[in-house]
């Protein structure tokens, strides 16, 4: 049976293809504006890279902060449930998941069957999530993508004490007009992202395996800060960023079923 | 003060008309003929609000403007007119016309960071948009906003204002003490109204709030039942304004009577407020979002009904009639939310097992300290019990903290974790 | 959940000059009666304690003062080295303070003093038996009780502390001494321990020797054109704000702060033979902090103050979220405004770094009053 999920994020949207609880193919794309349209190309490059028609696709569940506006799934599951089931599946030993995404951050907490217990969001501002970095990264002249492996080169502590991402901004440009190294400040960040989650982790019972999803787990610097930070066992996914896409298709299956 | 906003047509318009007792008689009339299908209660409601206003504005009789938990039954008996400004606030949310008077507030040096009621509250009398109060009276329960503002409007409007303080501990010195200043309030009264205070009036008052509140207690019994007669999520709006401003009145003992009766007969017919009701969930906090909204069409969705709130409790004994004050006493020292928050936490514990709750949720007022300071330990309390509860970050009046998408996100999550553990 | 020492910590005694302490916050906190117990009572602002640890104990739209004072105490309990502390109810934040610190920390001594918002009678009478249980929790705790000599003599240790201070006030308006109100608000936090450090001299003898200091002080030099500050609000965390404004040419002739002025203005009277009543109305009709209901005297007061030192400009500086504090602004302001005088909010947020921001704020607000 081929089902399908969407996940809608701000940032990307990816879309992942199952068989028989076997993923066949998955897509990562930017999100554009125009919901609808982004999922159905992200959903018809899927279908052609796996080489499944439209009427194969038995269900199809949607995810993410734009699922309520895809008229093409057959139901509409939140990304704190699909996170669940997804790094679950993919890791049955794990009990916790740590998403940052592009605008938002949680934690979850989940039984050894997978079932969510508790979560806990931070969706009020970008501190913490991957907007924040896509931000800094601006300010440092540096390609988001590089940041993880310059914080590694880090030699000194750097504490950015803003809240803000907007006044951390500032805060960067005022280091580096100080003559503070790129790769200090950075490793700074990273810690101020590190921090701003662990005071959510904190409000759950947060036990061994610590699944680290989303765009930002792919920073190696991220994970090395919350490595030190939180002293549990973290499992990190080959793809972090389709986690909810997987949680939602495997829904799809159980509905279809 | 006022030379940040413009007065165009449209500020000139809301003014005149909300300073006129005719608005009032007019929104009666209309209302009574657009919402002829609603509910009595509700009807009874409105009639009872806007002829409230009405009479305020003519100066039939003395204006004291009142904190919710001021008695009611001593305003009453004094033969006033009470106005809940924070009552008040909540239905001009409801008309979407908070956001006229938050920018007044704040552009006369309200910060954004205090309580959105007393926000609309403040922007409301220096719009002079209120029949101008005689005298305030207020309590320090549940908030310091509730002190300070009611402080405020004594002070922009050069009346008095008499404040009932109650302490921290609830013992036999805190009862002394507050019949004192209760007694101490009607003398108080009685000087500016240069009316005898009689104590068969307010017996009489005493009287009909008992019977008041023997049918509150009717219905919070009645809403046992499963599927929910009533809804939590309409019992924070018209009955939660009767709760705090009628008891003691006659208008007061009809509107519970007639609430009564459509609970009961929701419940001998088996009609749930929510069809195949799934799921139950307890509501903390005094208030709910009062501008249009998305959280009661995501309950529908979703089977879920919100069995009870906390704020409708009936936590005090009835008035002993041979003593005029000491039964208005306790009430306010056995309010759940003064005192301990383990108060406040054993109330919910029992309320959950009453109607067979099956999550909590706790209303994050923002700018709501006394509130939101506790949710946290209630939540870890409640988690060592098993019991799921989310905490709702939320403006029951300022749109511009609504914040649909997030909202939805943590509503849907929190009942897709409920419909799970069934 | 945050993983805590076994409730089994015993709260752990820390001396200062060999005698232990007890922490308190509040200005309302008598601690005529902690001295008189044997304690010596220590007023705790807690900057430097991130406020946002606490952010999960209580909410994050909170006064800082408070999430610090808990940021402070979790990493007490976690160092096994827990105070004994008084709060008192003069607050919602501090409620519910209470409320977490009560039930995280059950085995700590942290007792909860109620506080009358109003100040006649009955509300005289009400504080008095607050003060006899606090007496009590004392007496148990330490297991010695509190005469009546004992609390004499804090009287008259306290009154001496406030009458330095309003000393020591008066000469450097006087320019009498060479005080910058910056080392003088310094001062009032570090205590009589301060003055003996700074002027060598125990605090009784400071009272006999005030006038040697006047004679041998340098006089200020010409005095260059400074504008006069009145600062006004609830606590204030961080004194470099008043170095600051001292910077950009401001000159403080007062700070309304619960740990400023209001920490030592007026003397509790000796000759009632009632120790207790006597603490009773000093504390409650004292320069009252904007929660009290009588805080319209203190305005009063301050608007006098205005007027008779020519003041140039008012800064208020309140905790973020302070509520008493946000509610008495709009009134207040009209008023000070209808005297002609400008006045800039600021909020503190416990920080130990003060922001650009409000660096900017406080020079464009010296530069309007200047060329105003």
Known sequence: MVVAGIDIGAITTKVVLMNEQKIESYVVIKSRVGINQNARECFEQVLQNSGYKRKEVTSIVATGYGRINIPFAHKCVTEITCHAKGAHWLNPAVRTIIDIGGQDSKVISISES???????????????????????????????????????????????????????????ISLIADGYRKEDIIHGLHESITNRIYSMVVRLPVTDVIALTGGVAKNKGIILSFKKKIKKKLYLPPEPQIVGAIGAALIAHDLAK | MDNIINSDLKDRIILSLAQSSFTYKLIRKVGSYYFRKSDSSFLFW?????????????????????????????????????????????????????????????SNFYSLDLCSFYRVASGMYLKNCLPRPDMVISTSLLCDGSVKFFQNVSRYYGCDYYLIDPPYERNQGSRKYLINELKKLVQWISKRTNEQFSPIKLRKTLELANQSTLLIKKINQIREKVPAPLSGWNALAYPLYMYFASLGSRDGLKFYELLAQEVKNNAIQGIGVVEKERIRILWLHQLRPYYPNIIWQIMLDYKAVIAFEEISQVFWLEYDLTQLFSGLADKILANPGAGTLSRRISSIENLIKKYKIDGVIHFNQRGCRQSCGGASMIKDYLKAKGIPMLILDGDGIDKRNYSEGQIRTRLEAFFEILSQNR | MLEYPPHSQKNKIITIKKKPFIAFFCTYTPQEIILASGFRPQRVIPLGFDPSLANTFLDSNFCPFVRSILSWAIKQNQDNAMVPFILVNSCDGMRRLYDVMSYYFRDSFIYFLDLPRKRDRASEELFKSYLYDLKRSLEDFTGREITDEALQEAIRESNNFRTIFMRLDEMRKKQNINLSYYDFFKLIQDGTEGIKKIYGLYPNDFLIYDSHLITNQNQLGEKKKTLRILLTGSVLDNIEIIKI???????????????????????????????????????????????????????ERLLEIITDRKIDGVIFYTQKFCDVSLFQIPLLREKIKSLGVLSLCLEGEFSDNISGQVRTRIQAFMEAIEFG
Not at chain 1, 119 to 138: H, I, P, S, W, Y
Not at chain 1, 144 to 171: N, P, R, W
Request: charged share 20%; proline share 3%.
């Open chain 1, 114 to 172: 997978g079932q969510v217990i508790d979560f806990m969001m931070n969706d009020k501002c970008a501190a913490g999530t991957g907007r924040f970095l896509e931000v800094m990264a601006q300010a440092l002249e540096v390609a988001l993508e590089d940041l993880g492996e310059l914080s590694l080169q880090s030699k000194k502590k750097v504490h950015i004490s803003s809240m803000c991402t907007v006044f951390a901004e500032s805060e960067v």
């Open chain 3, 245 to 299: 404004i001292e910077e950009y040419g401001g000159i403080i002739e007062l700070a309304d702060h619960c740990n400023g002025w209001r920490y030592y203005i007026n003397k509790i009277d000796e000759t009632n033979p009632n120790k207790i009543d006597a603490i009773v109305s000093f504390y409650l009709h004292k320069i009252s902090c904007p929660r009290m209901m009588e805080s319209v005297t203190r305005e």
């Open chain 2, 46 to 106: 409105l009639n009872f609000y806007t002829r409230q206003l009405e009479i305020a504005y003519q100066k039939k009789k003395p204006v004291v403007w009142a904190s919710i938990f001021t008695p009611s039954e001593l305003l009453y008996a004094l033969d006033l007119i009470p106005l809940y400004p924070e009552m008040i606030s909540a239905s001009v949310a409801a008309l979407n016309l908070a956001g006229y008077f938050i920018e007044t507030a704040e």
